[in-house]
């Protein structure tokens, strides 16, 4: 079994953040950055040790970050059409 399955099954998610921070030499501009990794919901420790490590070592202050997050694994959703379409 992957790795990333077996996270999955222990209940990460697919967790994407969106962050905004300010340009270290222009702290009136504002750069974006999209950090993505499977992570524990609601608690979000992956994304709160990569802030962490942010504010300790890159210069860019941050602005404001969105965060979503959505699961990978679920069930295969299939509807009947009713129609069928052939084309000669």
Known sequence: ??????????????????????????PGLLQTFLWQKLDLVPDFPELLKFLSF????IEGPLHSVTVAAGS???????????????MN
């Open 72 to 86: 990978l694994i679920k069930p295969v959703d299939l509807s009947y059409v009713g129609t069928e379409l052939r």
């Open 1 to 26: 079994m992957s790795n990333e399955l077996a996270l999955q099954l222990r209940g990460y998610r697919l967790t994407t953040a969106h962050i905004l921070y300010h340009m270290p030499d222009t």
């Open 54 to 57: 942010w504010k300790r070592e």
